[in-house]
């Protein structure tokens, strides 16, 4: 039984816990109102799923209420300077990109990418978790599933014309989730979370999107190579 002997080692009250806590909170509040204005944009973008974006919008709102309630839980505040920083580049190129109209591009960073992003993180952390974040983790890791699959299901759809834009974008935008992982890692160590363990959910949630998209396993291992010489 590691994970219960992991659980039963971290002290969620300690200075060290609580100060890594005040970061690693903070970027998955961010993540969560990055998202949530990246659905907007894309409603904007495909108005033909306008809808069904709007509702993806709003449930990340949700998510970042219930982490801001884990903050408070706790009695952390987030340092949510360190990670407006955090996400600073991955998110200029969403603007980037959504100026010049690139659905494509837009989709693989919110939908592929942050959101398996989201899943690795998410599913590493609930089994260290303090009872209240992991209920709160489990419910939103559900929604973000449903997230990835709408991102899947679009680029599937429209898999010939999107492939070359997308695979540039894979491209671009990869080698900022090693360095972010990177960034994190002493942090998410302190929290009971291993990097290695985040790369391999990573990696396994990201990949089997591509599959699904239409992707064969060698233009994946392709793909997820990109930065991963950082890792």
Request: proline letters at 2%; glycine letters at 4%.
């Amino acid at each position: 039984m590691p994970q219960l002997e992991a659980i039963a080692e971290i002290d969620f009250n300690t200075d060290t816990y609580k100060d890594a806590y005040s970061r690693i909170n903070a970027i998955v509040i961010e993540g969560e109102q990055v998202a949530h204005d990246n659905y907007i944009k894309l409603g904007e973008m495909l108005p033909e799923n306008k809808d069904e974006l709007l509702s993806l919008s709003k449930m990340e709102n949700r998510h970042m209420k219930g982490f801001q309630a884990c903050g408070r839980n706790l009695e952390v505040t987030a340092d949510m300077d360190y990670a407006h920083q955090f996400f600073s580049q991955l998110h200029q190129n969403f603007k980037d990109a959504a100026a010049q109209g690139k659905v494509v591009t837009c989709l693989v960073i919110q939908s592929l990418i942050i959101e398996s992003f989201a899943i690795a993180a998410y599913n590493i952390y609930i089994p260290v978790a303090d009872p209240f974040a992991r209920k709160i983790t489990e419910g939103v890791i559900k929604d973000e599933y449903m997230h990835l699959n709408f991102g899947e299901e679009w680029l599937k759809a429209h898999f010939e014309e999107s492939k070359a834009e997308l695979q540039e974008a894979n491209k671009q935008n990869l080698p900022l989730v090693w360095k972010m992982l990177n960034e994190v890692e002493n942090d998410a160590h302190i929290l009971g979370m291993e990097k290695d363990a985040l790369v391999e959910d990573f990696m396994i949630a990201y990949g089997e999107a591509l599959n699904n998209i239409g992707f064969s396993n060698r233009e994946i291992m392709r793909m997820s190579a990109h930065g991963l010489t950082a890792a």
